[in-house]
């Protein structure tokens, strides 16, 4: 084999490796990112949960303020 034929060898076993590295890391990080929009997405959902339980226990409170002095 030729100096000029191993570097053939050589960058064409680079382009492969190189290729095939960037698809993975592709696809890893695309997987991560969509990870990420899911748990984006259920966080907003735990905060909207917790801010509508504590209007509602606020108003429950100022409704029923009355009542719980009546019984004490």
Do not use: P
């Not at 034929?5 to 991560?32: E, G």
């Not at 990870?35 to 905060?47: G, P, S, Y």
């Amino acid at each position: 084999m030729t100096f000029q034929d191993s570097l053939i060898v050589r960058i064409f076993c680079l382009v492969i490796v190189l290729d095939i590295s960037y698809t993975l890391f592709f696809f890893f990080a695309s997987l991560f990112f969509n990870f990420l929009n899911v748990a984006d997405f259920c966080n907003q959902i735990k905060k909207k949960i917790e801010y509508d339980y504590q209007k509602m226990t606020l108003y429950y409170l100022k409704e029923y303020k009355g009542v719980f002095n009546e019984r004490i």
